[in-house]
Nanobody
Framework: VQLQAFGGGLVQAGGSLRLSCAASGRTFSGFAISWFRQSPGKEREFVASIRWSGDNTHYADFAKGRFSISRDIALKTVYLQMNSLKPEDTALYHC????????????????????WGQGTQVTVSS
């Protein structure tokens, strides 16, 4: 599977952005798609995930109440709606695909993922 992430940009603190992650191919038969983010000098960190079947979602603590992950099965696209953005949300946001089931704790680790999108930059100004 190939993923393409887009939708990033420059926004003021308190603003909103919606990121999209589109999967290539006729169908997506994977287990889940997640969003991670990475700032310079920091490790890639988990943001949110959604199972392709069943719609279960998980969020990092910093994302709860501000970010919302959703998917459109027909468009093979996962969205990350980000509201009340803060300067500390500034990062390169990547989407990753898990093609087979893993425990929740495993889904938090970038090394568990089978495919990644190229990343889309989010910059939040104060």
């Amino acid at each position: 599977v190939q993923l393409q992430a887009f939708g990033g940009g420059l926004v003021q603190a308190g603003g909103s952005l919606r990121l999209s992650c589109a999967a290539s191919g006729r169908t997506f038969s994977g287990f889940a798609i997640s969003w991670f983010r990475q700032s310079p000098g920091k490790e890639r960190e988990f943001v949110a995930s959604i199972r392709w079947s069943g719609d279960n979602t998980h969020y990092a603590d910093f994302a709860k109440g501000r970010f919302s992950i959703s998917r459109d099965i027909a468009l093979k696209t996962v969205y990350l709606q980000m509201n009340s953005l803060k300067p500390e949300d500034t990062a390169l946001y990547h989407c990753g695909a898990l093609m087979t089931p893993v425990p929740y704790c495993g889904s938090l680790q970038p090394m568990a993922y089978d495919a990644w999108g190229q990343g889309t930059q989010v910059t939040v100004s104060s």
